[in-house]
């Protein structure tokens, strides 16, 4: 695993109900998804699109979630609850 205290990050704030947010297309890192309200459900997507490989499922819990995972294809977000506030890091 590289040296992460060397890396630098970027992130993508996201509110409410998002049907599909593209945040980017080949090959990233995904640092970390922080879940700021309860009521939330997050899924993740190796690939551009809704339809790629789903790599995880956040349920309605707020707090941290780290993942330090190399993504191939991309990496795609859904969100449901109106009140959805998150941010996701990583290098993309």
Known sequence: MANLAAVSFNYEHIT????????TSG????HSIVVNTAATTVTVYD????????VAVIGTGVGTFLYDLTLVNGLFVTTTGASADLTVTGTF
């Open 47 to 54: 690939g551009p699109v809704a339809s790629a490989k789903v």
């Open 16 to 23: 409410g109900a998002v049907t599909g947010l593209a945040i």
């Open 27 to 30: 090959s990233c890192t995904l």
